[in-house]
């Protein structure tokens, strides 16, 4: 069974410092990989789909690298700002009886102090 | 706009009432899917749907249904059946072949 695990649960940095949140996943056969942002008491905004076969994403201050061999992902945030602060979570999405489904981790609640 | 809309945002019931969730997207996605939030537990898939007509459970289906008569829609229905309702749910909506998923706004169930 596909288990995510995501270290640290919480994080808290000074504004400005760049920091990675790290996702790990027990069976490399995944069709791809996703990074989300959640507010307090909102839905999820997507950051990042990592394709199986690509190896990276970037987007702005963003930057999200696959390992599928070891398992791992991780999300680089640049130069980290107080409205950087919330949960980010890291989903694979798993084919199962010819579906599409998403397996979570439980998050890393980031704080970026000003 | 395109985009998924869940209503209402927040919902109290009385124990032993069914209630049902609306979620609708006009993203023209075949996909759809029902997931819970509970604090320190991350997000569950209850159920769901890759095309109109069909559906699957997810891993904690006990106590809910769903229902889907048009690609638009999916509504979750939460049954006196479910032990513990309370709980943030979040509806999803994607494309197929490894597509992004995209989340609505979600509603806050409270049972008392």
């Known amino acids: 069974k596909q288990e995510v695990t995501q270290i640290p649960a919480a994080l808290s940095v000074p504004e400005g410092e760049n920091l990675v949140l790290n996702c790990s996943f027990t069976?490399?056969?995944?069709?791809?990989l996703q990074w989300f942002r959640q507010d307090p008491g909102k839905g999820l905004t997507s950051l990042l789909l990592?394709?199986?076969?690509?190896r990276e994403q970037t987007s702005g201050r963003l930057n999200a690298s696959l390992d599928k061999s070891s398992g791992r992902s991780t999300l680089y945030i640049a130069a980290s700002q107080p409205g950087d602060s919330a949960t980010y979570l890291c989903?694979?999405?798993?084919?199962?009886?010819?579906?599409?489904?998403?397996?979570f981790g439980k998050g890393t609640k980031l704080t970026v102090n000003p | 706009d395109g985009g998924i809309t869940q209503s209402p945002k927040y919902l109290f019931r009385k124990e032993g009432q069914n209630v049902t969730l609306s979620c609708e997207q006009n993203l023209n996605h075949d996909a759809m899917y029902w997931y819970r939030q509970d604090p320190g537990q991350g997000l569950r898939l209850i159920y769901y749907?890759?095309?109109?007509?069909?559906?699957q459970k997810g891993d904690i289906a006990e106590g809910y249904s769903v229902s889907r008569e048009k690609k638009e829609s999916f509504p979750l229905t939460v049954t006196s059946a479910q032990k513990n309702p309370t709980a943030f749910y979040l509806c999803?909506?994607?494309?197929?072949?490894?597509?992004?998923?995209?989340f609505g706004p979600g509603t806050r169930l409270t049972v008392t």
């Open positions: 990592i394709q199986s076969s690509q």
């Open positions: 989903a694979v999405t798993i084919t199962q009886g010819g579906s599409e489904k998403l397996v």
């Open positions: 999803a909506s994607a494309g197929t072949g490894g597509a992004e998923q995209y």
């Open positions: 069976d490399s056969a995944i069709y791809n």
């Open positions: 749907s890759q095309i109109v007509n069909d559906f």
